[in-house]
Each structure stands twice: as C-alpha cells, then as structure tokens.
Antibody, heavy 121, light 107 residues
C-alpha cells in the first residue's frame, strides 16, 4: 500500500519561504509523478504542480514564479518550496501520487494526510 | 485554463437516496476526468478516473458517466458514510483544475 507523509513547519512568517517534504513508502518514487495540491480552510482544491523522478516539473502558472519542486529518489522524498508567502498561502498542503491511466494521461491516485501551514507573523 | 463547473454546490439527501452530481468542462477533455470524496477533516480520496473507472477498493454504488463535456457522478443508494464533499478534476490539460465541490448533507 502506497503511503505519503508530509512534513515541515506549520507556521511560516509573511515574505518567507514555505518548505515541505513528502516521504513516499510502499511504492517506487521513480515510476510515477508526484504532486502538491493545497486547500485553504473551507475552500476548494488547488493544484500547485508536479515533479517527475527525472526532476522535470510542471507548475501552475498562477504560482510558477514562486514555486520550486525537487526530488530525492535515494530518500524516496520530494519537496515543495513556495517563496514570498502571504496569508493567502495559508492552507492544508497535500502531497499526492499520480499514475498513468489507460490513455497514458497522468491522474491522481494516492493522497497524503495533509499538513496545515499557517502564514502569520 | 479549463474551467470545471460543478453543480449543485450542496445538496441534502436521505439515506437510501440516489444522488447525482454534475461537472461541466469549459472545453473538451476527452474522458480525462476524476472524482474525489473528502470527509470532514480528512484528505480527499480518489473515487473514479477516466470518467467512469472505479479506483481500486471503491464500492460499486459509485459510478461515473460522460457525455461530451458533461460528467456525472452517481451514488446509487446513499449511506451514512457517503455524506461528504465531492470534487471533480480534469487532467486533460495543464494546469489541472478542480470543480468547486459539492457538499452532500443529511436531510
């Protein structure tokens, strides 16, 4: 059974950098793509971006200027950095696995439990 | 960006009811549509992918269908554990986008 676990500070100051890591167990990090999705309290889901084991990335255009993702296959981990955060970045952050459907398109299958990040001074 | 319009935003239903939730894409996405269930305080879980394929372990009371850019999630007989929020997501084109969600509440 694939499991994903987010870790990182729960409180970040405005203008600083949010850093989260996701540890993957029960699966091979090299065979899928890996994604971050966030959800402000009481609101909907927002796709942040994805990274492949090769290090190739796709970022949401709305966040692209502030986002960097990285992967460490030796540790079965991938990470998110979001720079210059504001209160609007306060949300539950989920790390998620993507896998190919029958047509070869990448779809979400497994979710981490999420970690709440609050941006406040 | 592809806009996903989900309706209704909320509904009240009774145990045993048949429930349908709709999701419309602003342009063609083939069948690259997924549905997720989210219970309060929990992470979303995958229900359906490719518009109508059940994720492994998901009960058959859930089903999905597609007609052009209109997609439907159906719960055949609502049970207490099904009261939750449901989201659609298109994964046809980047950036991947979600519908606004449907909260299914107890009548």
């Amino acid at each position: 059974q694939v499991q994903l676990q987010e870790s990182g500070p729960g409180l970040v100051k405005p203008s600083e950098t949010l850093s989260l890591t996701c540890t993957v167990s029960g699966g091979f990090i090299s065979t899928n793509s890996w994604t971050w999705i966030r959800q402000p309290a009481g609101k909907g889901l927002e796709y942040i971006g994805r990274i492949f084991a090769t290090g190739s990335t796709n970022y949401s255009p709305s966040l692209k200027s502030r986002v960097t993702m990285s992967v460490d296959t030796s540790k079965s981990q991938f990470s998110l950095m979001l720079r210059s955060v504001t209160a609007a970045d306060t949300a539950m952050y989920y790390c998620v696995r993507e896998t190919k459907d029958d047509s070869g398109y990448l779809r979400v299958d497994y979710w981490g439990q999420g970690t709440l990040v609050t941006v406040s001074s | 960006d592809i806009q996903m319009t989900q309706s209704p935003s909320s509904l009240s239903a009774s145990v045993g009811d048949r429930v349908t939730i709709s999701c419309r894409a602003s342009q063609g996405i083939s069948n690259h549509l997924a549905w997720f269930q989210q219970k309060p305080g929990k992470a979303p879980e995958s229900l359906i992918y490719a518009a109508s394929n059940l994720q492994s372990g998901v009960p058959s009371k859930f089903s999905g269908s597609a007609s052009g850019t209109e997609f439907t999630l159906t719960i055949s007989s609502l049970q207490p554990e099904d009261f939750a929020s449901y989201y659609c997501q298109q994964y046809h084109d980047y950036p991947l986008t979600f519908g606004g969600g449907t909260k299914v509440e107890i009548k």
